[in-house]
């Protein structure tokens, strides 16, 4: 099996593709590599096709107002596996996100017109990507609520618990998350300013909920953690699952919406 095969079967998005068909996308797919902070796809400019995270971060952003004097909102912190500005793969020509690199990363793109040949000719693709759609709704739906129902304390620790979900990896100390977001990063995610963004980390390093350290951030207490998120239930599951655990590797994955 090629090795391009054999990475597009470990993405959950391919995952339930026959050997054939990722034989064929296989055959059909570019891998192209951006640095960190480099733009990916534009919000309004032409889609250019199906882009999928192989590895790294990437921020998925719209500007919410007026383009001179409106602000970032950070939809999304994509991972590997997940789909990019896929939207318009099913209707319209353009962007409706931006996407930017947090990290080094690199993605599988599948060019417009290959796309929409290949996931017309391919079931198991149609199926996989409304899927991913859903998973998607469901995120925007997760987020109207945060934003209109919870205040910013609470938004950032549903954030962070979200990071552990992604990347998180068990220590001695508890579930670290590297610190690729900056606090203008954390601000967009989160829906406020950088002055009270700044405010409510130090709000939960004081509680000792988290400890912030120079290049990560450790989750010293999840159960509070997910209580002030507003995912009590999610805790209780991820505490059962850390003490069942050798104590090594990446953190429990809870669900996304409470």
């Known amino acids: 099996m090629r090795e391009s095969v054999r990475s597009l079967r470990a993405l959950p998005l391919f995952a339930d593709l026959a050997a054939s068909e990722l034989e064929e996308l296989s055959g059909l797919v570019e891998e192209r590599t951006f640095d960190a902070h480099q733009a990916i796809t534009r919000e309004g400019r032409l889609w250019e096709g199906l882009y999928v995270v192989k590895s790294g971060k990437v921020k998925m952003t719209r500007r919410i107002g007026v383009q001179q004097a409106g602000r970032e909102l950070t939809i999304a912190v994509l991972g590997p596996g997940d789909p990019v500005n896929m939207t318009a793969l099913f209707e319209g020509d353009r962007n409706v996100f931006t996407t930017e690199a947090l990290t080094p990363a690199a993605l599988w793109v599948l060019p417009g017109a290959r796309a929409r040949a290949f996931v017309s000719r391919h079931p198991a693709m149609q199926r996989a990507l409304l899927r991913a759609l859903n ?96 995912l009590r239930q999610h805790a209780r599951a991820a505490t059962r699952a850390g003490r069942d655990s050798s104590g090594a590797g990446r953190a429990p994955r809870p669900p996304l919406a409470n």
């Open 135 to 230: 998973w998607e709704l469901r995120r925007l739906v997760s987020l109207a609520s945060r934003l209109a129902f919870s205040g910013v304390t609470a938004r950032l620790a549903f954030s962070v618990f979200e990071q552990t979900r992604l990347t998180g990896v068990r220590t001695d100390r508890g579930v670290a998350i590297r610190r690729d977001l900056t606090l203008n990063d954390l601000a967009s995610l989160v829906g406020t300013t950088r002055r009270v963004i700044s405010k409510s980390l130090s709000e939960l390093r004081h509680d000792g909920v988290i400890a912030v350290e120079p290049s990560r951030l450790v989750v010293l207490d999840e159960d509070r953690l997910a209580e002030i998120a507003g």
